[in-house]
């Protein structure tokens, strides 16, 4: 099989916007296959077109015996796929796929025709859980959007928004609470537009 060139691509990556994939692996394998894909892209200078490599893990208290034991471990929240935020390119779609460990990628109905990037819109959950927040992921919310809590002690409390710091990442949103409206400060992350 040919190898990707050296000399990538005519184009720079401002030519074309960089979007989020899934590719799929073996179960358990996922940071192994993130780990063969980062090394990969340092070794073929790919830097310019492949970006972040994510495995969406969180924290789940352990038990013992049904009690909770004060410890925590990470847990794929998605078990046999790895995030990649990346341009498509012949090259870079070759390296990815190429990469130890990857059985191919999600969205692609094969026969060499390539995937179908995640919509922005259900991206952003996924993005937001592990704490990788885009600028422009505020572009998609306003003052007087409806907004649901998604995570925090305000949990399933809805509202509208009053206002957006940017600068500091939170959000205040006017809510009711019994029976009197109330603006609580949330932080971006933990809002979801409904």
């Not at 600068?167 to 979801?192: K, L, P």
């Amino acid at each position: 099989m040919e190898q990707p060139s050296q000399h990538v691509a005519t184009f720079t990556s401002n030519d074309v916007e960089k979007q989020w994939y899934i590719v799929s692996a073996y179960s358990s394998h996922e940071n192994k296959v993130a780990d063969n894909l980062r090394r990969r892209v340092d070794s073929m200078n790919m830097q310019d077109f492949i970006f972040r490599i994510i495995v969406v893990e969180q924290e789940e208290p352990v038990f013992k015996n049904g009690a909770p034991t004060g410890k925590t471990r990470l847990k794929n929240a998605y078990p046999g796929y790895v995030f990649i935020e990346m341009i498509m390119t012949d090259d870079s779609w070759y390296v990815v796929r190429n990469t130890p460990g990857v059985t191919g990628f999600v969205g692609s109905s094969g026969g060499g025709t390539k995937p179908i990037p995640v919509p922005p819109d259900q991206m952003e959950p996924i993005l937001k859980r592990m704490g990788l927040i885009d600028i422009s992921m505020y572009d998609r919310y306003a003052v007087g959007d409806y907004v649901k809590v998604i995570h925090g002690a305000l949990e399933g409390t809805e509202g509208k928004i009053i206002s957006i710091d940017k600068a500091t990442g939170n959000v205040m949103v006017e809510t009711v609470f019994f029976g009197r409206s109330t603006s609580v400060e949330v932080e971006f992350a933990d809002i979801d537009k409904i």
